[in-house]
């Protein structure tokens, strides 16, 4: 059964960083684009980041580009994002999710799997 945890969400104050990880079962990880969404109270799931299969192709929403790095290691099936300058707009609810088609990435409806979702609070 395909399956994605995340991990390392937890209460920064601006400025901060975190490192989320998203650990993936069940599926041929290197088969799947990755990427990472997030969703605030009150507001739709959003578009944070994307990495492709070998990690070639990586694409940024424009509000995390310059703060935020994500990337991926096959041999351990995790997609990690390293968050850095946080700001308390970045509070949100962060999922991973999986694409096993040659997509965009930066699009809700691409993905096949998502993960549970890790708390994210930025204090200012």
């Known amino acids: 059964q395909e399956r994605l945890v995340e991990s390392g969400g937890g209460l920064v104050q601006a400025g901060d960083s975190l490192r989320l990880s998203c650990a993936a079962s069940?599926?041929?990880?290197?088969?799947?684009?990755m990427g990472w969404f997030r969703q605030a109270p009150g507001k739709e799931r959003e578009f944070v980041a994307f990495i492709s299969r070998k990690g070639i192709s990586i694409k940024y929403a424009d509000s995390v580009k310059g703060r935020f790095t994500i990337s991926r290691d096959n041999a351990k099936n995790t997609v990690s994002l390293q968050m850095n300058s946080l700001k308390a707009e970045d509070t949100a609810v962060y999922y991973c999710?999986?694409?096993?088609?040659?997509?965009?990435?930066?699009?809700?409806?691409?993905?096949?799997?998502w993960g549970q979702g890790t708390q994210v609070t930025v204090s200012s």
């Open positions: 999710a999986a694409d096993r088609e040659y997509g965009l990435g930066t699009l809700l409806n691409e993905y096949d799997y």
């Open positions: 069940g599926l041929t990880f290197s088969n799947y684009g």
